[in-house]
DNA sequence: CCAGACCCTG
DNA sequence: CAGGGTCTGG
């Protein structure tokens, strides 16, 4: 009834929303394991299931989830696992037709069967997405619409599958568009391209200043990709945090917008003057096929289900621009790197499986050679030298060597810079703004990194945090490196995370088969799974959990309120999400499992000794039973909650404690502890005392030193 | 049935 | 402090 339960009002729905649905060690085997593997058969597939398998992501904050939701894990995962056999088989026989009437419509490409594959991929995400998570929303209203909420899914599932078939098309119109533009930019921009190397040559990118911003920003791609000087700099990286951070993702929290409005007033100049048509449509594809349709035209009237729509919202619009994003850089990258003397690449591309492979890797080393020579001429000129290692690394690329264990090569453009940026996200080491190592980061203070800029609520971060914030990412990248393309993308132990995206992301610009148009297609796939990766498991960039100034900051308000809602924890917490909420509220729980135990070890002793003294406990009671600031008790809470002892422990709280030890005493003394609920009695009386927390609790940053 | 508290263990 | 099991009120 007023159990403490009953105090954490608002929790239940919001605390797991987003978190992880499935477990990590049952990952389906990768669908396409055990079937003649075409050797032009993209991971994709595999890879995005993978990507949709959120127990991959670290279990650390997942386990917090108690035993009927792991149950429910468990239960979302046999469904998925149903759904991803059906999908390789049923699913594929399925789009056979759409297949057909896709290379139908584009035989001249002959990588239409891949982007029909891809397109199917995404379908599959998409389908995957609404048969688990309205599970989480049926169990979030306690069932009280299951019976008519499963029609109600059937309709929307039909429903969207409408839509996505139109989504299809429109994807497909989307492709067409690209590979014209390919052909029509290409041509377009030889001559300003000639133009701006010369200015290259000259003496840099100042010389743009007759140029629009938009070609200002291709000269940055470029330089990133040709110039490993550059790449150690920050142009990449900066690359990396407009390609999908910055976004209208940020209107949904509006406090990221100061602090990103510089790069964003940059992306935006840049950005859709001639391709805005081929963004709208990206844009248009992912608001068709929206990613959990099914989430925001549910249930609106629940507080926490709206917080999912406002999320899944935003997820959506973030979708959408940042594959649209991903297409318009790619596309100018394929634009602008295209060398005079190579064809617009929808007319050089080979087919799939074809050996051209090779042909098109030292096709594609002699492109990105001239440019890169001609950049490092500018350079020699400058320093006076010769790098002889550079030359060398150039004869390995241009030879079509497969570039084992260095950076992704430039056989796959889109596909290295994908990889580039995330090995940027990985290789923390090589950003200039950020702490020299990942230890010293988790050392400094997360907390104050976020709520320092009250318009850093951990929202969508820039991809390159990625691996600052969760350190498996790192962690994880040089091995998978070495394992390269393995059968499963490189996937250990069922584990999956960003950096196992990185991982299959970097396999992929190892395989010289791998046409560009491939790559193409495989870059915006990586894009939209590290989209939905981080819908998925937002934990990855809340910094694998709280940070040790959350725990001192929890610490303290512990003296002020025992049993605090998740609405206060947000209330005190500016940079809290869903996924950390359940892990406050199990801090809190040890908070006061240690208060008690405490409480209760002191309260026997006072009735041992009591007993032991003269066998009259009212006697030695005063003296025992409290707890003064000269107390060993309160010395050792104070250590525990209050380990600096900076902070000025509240008089309320010695009250309480005084109170619970008194209790437990009673109880002790008049033998009710033989009862097995015999705490409850105390819980309820303690739980009633907690006084409001201090207003300083709210301001961002530790409240003391 | 489920979320959350409690309990125990590492 | 985290994780897993159990219990319980709603």
Redesign the pocket.
Known sequence: ????????ED??PQ?HAFAPSLSSTDLPAPPSAGRPSPAFRPPGFPLIHHLLQPGGAP??IG??L???????EDRNLEEVRGEVEQGTDGGEEGGMEREDSLMGFKKRHSDAALAAEWSQDVLKVKRMKLESRPKGGE??E??RRREGGREGRRREREELKEQLDEARERLQALQEKVWRAFGEKHMAEEEEKKGRCKNREDGGEDAGLMEEEEEEEEEDITEGMYDEEDIEGGDMEKEAFSLLSVSPFDSFHKQREERQKDGEGRMEKGRGLHLEGVMEEAGLWLDCGGLVRGDWHGGVEEEGEEGGQKFAQALKVELGSAVARVIDRVLRLYTEMTDPSSPPAAISFLPPGNDGGRERGVWMGLLTQGRREEKMRGNEEKTGRQDGEREKQLQNRSSGAPPHRSEPSDLSMPLAVQSKLFSRSLHHHQLPHLPPSRKDYLNSDPFLEFSAHPSSHPSFPPLPLLGHLDPSLARHAHGGRERGMRGDGGMRGGGMDGGELYLTAGGISFCPQWGREMCFFMSVLVCVCVCVCLLNWPHVYTQE??SPCH?KKA?LMFFYAR?PS?NTLKTYFPDFNRCVTS?M???F??????F?IQMERFARQAVREALTRDGAPRVSREGQLRVGRDTELYRILNMHYNKSNVYQVPERFIEISEVALREFYSAIWTGRDSDP?W?KGI?KIICKMDSPVPDAFRLPGCPIG
Do not use: H, V
Not at 589 to 594: P, V
């Open positions: 009834m007023d159990s403490p339960t009953d105090l954490f929790s239940s605390i279990r650390r386990g917090q108690n035993t009927n939701l792991r149950q429910q169990a979030e306690g069932g959990g709280l725990l610490k049993y998740s892990q509220i199990k801090w729980s040890n908070f006061r499992e240690f008690y609920c705490k819980y």
